[in-house]
Nanobody, 121 residues
Framework: QVQVVESGGGLVEPGGSLRLSCAAS????????MGWYRQTPGKARELVAV???????SYADFVKGRFTISGDSAKNTVYLQMNSLKPEDMAVYYC???????????????WGQGTQVTVSS
């Protein structure tokens, strides 16, 4: 079994910063990717950023230049540094991990429970 746990959400004023953390634990042979998504009520979950094995990253256009994803492979952890936050960034942020539990297994995607980010003055 694999657990994915996010932390770091909260209330911030427009223009402020937050740093989200996401840690995967449990039966893990390797992790292909870890990513951040976000969702607001009535809308589909959307990709924010991905940290891929080997350190490659990708971002949604609406966060480029403001958000930075980084990872610590030894800790199976990724971080999302969010700067210059806007009211439209307010959402529940979810982390996922694409995990091979064993060497012989396929890759499974596991999701965390989400962490609320509120951007308001």
């Amino acid at each position: 079994q694999v657990q994915v746990v996010e932390s770091g959400g909260g209330l911030v004023e427009p223009g402020g910063s937050l740093r989200l953390s996401c840690a995967a634990s449990g039966t893990i042979f390797s992790i292909e990717n870890m990513g951040w998504y976000r969702q607001t009520p009535g809308k589909a979950r959307e990709l924010v950023a991905v940290f891929r094995s080997g350190g490659r990253t990708s971002y949604a256009d609406f966060v480029k230049g403001r958000f930075t994803i980084s990872g610590d492979s030894a800790k199976n952890t990724v971080y999302l540094q969010m700067n210059s936050l806007k009211p439209e960034d307010m959402a529940v942020y979810y982390c996922n991990a694409d995990v091979k539990p064993t060497m012989a297994s396929p890759v499974f995607r596991y999701w965390g429970q989400g962490t609320q980010v509120t951007v308001s003055s």
